[in-house]
């Protein structure tokens, strides 16, 4: 038949379905499918690149089908296709994978890089934020759930319209008109320095007065204290055991954070500024933000400086000054001795996660990975002695 086509391997049967299916031939698709499955035990995969339509009539095919598979998984379905089993809610009974348009992002500019993914300007109007994670879709969705929430929450920031394939992995697409990062900004208009600093600011203190109904976001406290556990094998027991107290020792907080807050992740559309980067949205007291930024503005430089401004596109003289300048502003104090307190708070939890993070990418199995080990373990420990909270 023309609607469909049967291919038996050893280990897998795929129907691949083709143009309408409905009530005027959907009893003889049903029929030819069927009599080719009698007796059959192996997985069965639908393949729908070749589908236009699918009325109710069809959707009853697929349903006697499944009846030979509780597995059923149906791929490439088009647009749509899709909203049609969104609909009819079948994609919640069975699953269903979306054909994804495939994008090259070779020769594309990067403007923001995160824990989990990369994200290139793909041309003037549009962003492609390519994930790490080859099988990222439920990363994706989940980015897609915080940013929503963010959104309904007063922080602006870009929603993804679209998901595409981007060589092995998967990438979201976001429409930003023009949009420069601040890094760009900061890098090719230095005078616009202390704007930066307001803008970023001003940012920052709108997402910690945030607060976020209760299990819509992880919280980070518990992701701060699984970076705890990962580094006890790497430092003496009785420095785990004091950052670990005093890690919990920082009160729970329903407030949202963003967890990767640089310079890349905020954008300059026309005259708004908007939040990027959405999949690190957790809940926490701030000094856990604070920490994440000290590694992207200095922690990471501190043993070779180009890491940071490799990173960030400003020299690591301009990154320092930059984030000592965000925390005052947010303070709103000058107090040199409460700010550089503050600072080695942050630091404290920062140089955590910075260890496990080189040990966790073989850091322990190169020169300078080791080297890079033992600069931030010392200190750790040296903050450590001369520090009893995490809290402000």
């Not at 966790?360 to 080297?371: D, M, P, Q, S, V």
């Amino acid at each position: 038949m023309q609607e469909v086509n049967i291919e038996k391997k050893s280990d897998l049967v795929t129907i691949n379905l083709f143009g309408r299916i409905d009530s005027n031939n959907a009893p003889l698709v049903e029929t030819e499918v069927l009599k080719d499955l009698e007796g059959n035990t192996l997985p069965i995969i639908i393949d729908a690149s070749g589908l236009e339509y699918i009325s109710s009539a069809g959707l009853r095919v697929l349903l006697h089908i499944r009846k030979q598979n509780e597995e059923l998984k149906i791929v490439n379905v088009s647009s749509e296709v899709y909203e049609i089993l969104d609909m009819t809610g079948f994609n919640q009974m069975m699953d269903v994978e979306k054909a994804y348009k495939v994008v090259s992002i070779e020769g594309c500019e990067v403007i923001g890089q995160g824990a989990n993914g990369t994200i290139y300007r793909f041309d003037k109007d549009n962003v492609v934020k390519v994930y790490n994670n080859a099988d990222a879709l439920s990363e994706i969705q989940h980015e897609r759930e915080v940013a929503r929430l963010a959104l309904v929450l007063g922080i602006p920031t870009a929603i993804s319209y679209d998901v595409v394939k981007v060589g092995d992995s998967y990438g979201s697409v976001f429409e930003l008109l023009n949009a420069r990062s601040f890094s760009k900004i900061m890098s090719n208009e230095p005078d616009k320095f202390d704007w930066c600093v307001g803008e970023f600011t001003g940012m920052l203190k709108k997402i910690h007065e945030t607060e976020v109904p209760e299990g819509k976001l992880p919280k980070i406290k518990e992701t701060v204290l699984n970076w705890t556990e990962f580094v006890k094998d790497y430092i003496p027991a009785e420095y785990y055991e004091k950052l670990k107290k005093m890690v919990e020792e920082v009160p729970e907080d329903n407030h949202m954070i963003h967890g990767d807050y640089h310079t890349k992740n905020l954008e300059l559309q026309g005259d708004e500024v908007l939040l990027i980067d959405m999949d690190t949205l957790a809940v926490g007291h701030p000094i856990f933000e604070f920490a994440s930024m000290y590694n992207s503005f200095i922690g990471y430089g501190e043993y070779d400086s180009k890491h940071v401004s490799e990173f960030l596109g400003f020299s690591m003289e301009t990154s320092e000054r930059f984030f000592r300048s965000v925390l005052a502003t947010y303070l709103g104090t000058n107090d040199e001795n409460r700010l550089k307190k503050i600072e080695e708070k942050a630091s404290i939890v920062g140089h955590t996660r910075m260890i496990r993070r080189s040990i966790r990418r073989k850091g322990l199995e190169t020169e300078e990975g080791r080297a890079e080990i033992e600069l931030w373990k010392k200190t750790l420990l040296s903050l450590l002695d001369r520090t009893d909270t995490l809290l402000f």
